[in-house]
């Protein structure tokens, strides 16, 4: 028993503890989970591209469609999926797109919007009148390519200038200060096409130069286009008559072309393809200048003397004053008839 002179011990308390890191190092955790999971997905998707590319590819070949390039690279990490193809090549039935250097982007949370740029332009293949170089300030594309249906397309040029390869023929026009042309799928299998035109230049001596005296071109379409899925096949001709083996008809809501001083307005309740693929059906037109663009479109072979002299006879009865004229004409066969 401790006497009263001894020290009492107190009981000491317990030391400090160390600080738990939890509390530090959890974002860094947190972070570098999120890191590796947005990785992954966006390996993922860079292959599902890849993957969707080549299965593209393989069923537009079935098609008779032939697409190569010499270079591809995809890349874009974190946020972008880009796809850069190098000396794309498109062709068909005697058509041909080629492409020095096509870029295009989606962001990963949209890998079904494309935007697409031709940097260095492109050449473009005519089956008979040969080749076309077309530069520009800018010409883009845009693609929406949903889980089920036909895509959304969009293409458009700025300030471009079309220069026929040696041995080619010339093209209609020399330049165009700005083109677009777009696809809008509807439903029942129908698609809208719209296209414009702004500031053209024609080239001289050629069919729009002669018709406008060298005026500025212009021009919109309206159409709209029934069972556009059965559109497809190797070359113009071939995907025309397959589409119009399926009932397939282009029914033009409004369309206009003017040169100079000559004014086109073209409509059409509906034109249909027959088995070589040619356009074929009625198609009205309204035009101001009547006589001199009769004479133009003989003159170019468009139509037949006999016909424009028989347009001619129809502006002459028609009209008692002025030369504004609506003429019905025949699509068959290739060849442009005045309608009886």
Do not use: C
Not at 79 to 95: E, I, K, P, Q, S
Request: positive net charge; aromatic residues 4%; without cysteine.
């Amino acid at each position: 028993m401790p006497s009263p002179s001894d020290p009492i011990s107190m009981p000491q308390p317990p030391g400090p503890r160390k600080p738990l890191r939890l509390g530090l190092w959890g974002p860094f955790v947190i972070a570098g989970i999120a890191v590796i999971g947005w990785s992954l997905a966006w390996g993922l998707a860079a292959r599902e591209v890849d993957r969707r590319l080549e299965a593209g590819v393989r069923s537009l070949a079935a098609q008779g469609v032939s697409v190569e390039w010499s270079a591809k690279r995809l890349y874009g990490y974190p946020f972008r999926l880009n796809l850069d193809l190098t000396d794309l090549r498109v062709a068909t039935g005697g058509t041909s797109v080629r492409i020095p250097r096509l870029e295009t982007q989606a962001f990963l949370h949209a890998p079904r919007s494309w935007l697409a740029a031709a940097p260095e332009g492109l050449t473009f293949q005519r089956p008979q009148g040969g080749g076309v170089e077309v530069q520009g300030q800018r010409l883009l594309a845009s693609l929406v390519a949903p889980k089920s249906g036909p895509p959304r397309l969009s293409l458009e040029g700025l300030k471009l200038t079309f220069s026929p390869a040696p041995g080619a023929r010339p093209f209609a026009l020399a330049s165009a200060g700005r083109l677009e042309f777009h696809v809008r799928p509807g439903p029942d299998d129908q698609a809208a096409l719209f296209l414009r035109l702004e500031d053209g230049a024609p080239t001289p001596g050629r069919l729009l130069a002669d018709l406008g005296g060298g005026g500025a071109v212009s021009a919109a379409v309206d159409a709209r286009l029934d069972h556009a899925s059965a559109l497809r096949g190797a070359g113009t001709a071939p995907a025309l008559a397959a589409w119009g083996a399926k009932g397939g008809r282009l029914e033009l809501r409004e369309a206009g072309v003017t040169a100079g001083p000559a004014r086109l307005s073209l409509a059409s309740p509906g034109l249909k393809a027959g088995p070589e693929g040619r356009l074929e059906g009625r198609l009205s037109v309204t035009a101001a200048k009547a006589p001199s663009l009769l004479v133009t479109l003989a003159r170019h072979g468009v139509l037949s003397p006999v016909e424009a002299a028989g347009g001619m006879a129809a502006v002459l009865m028609g009209k008692s004053g002025g030369d504004d004229v609506r003429l019905d004409l025949d699509l068959f066969g290739g060849q442009v008839r005045l309608a009886g």
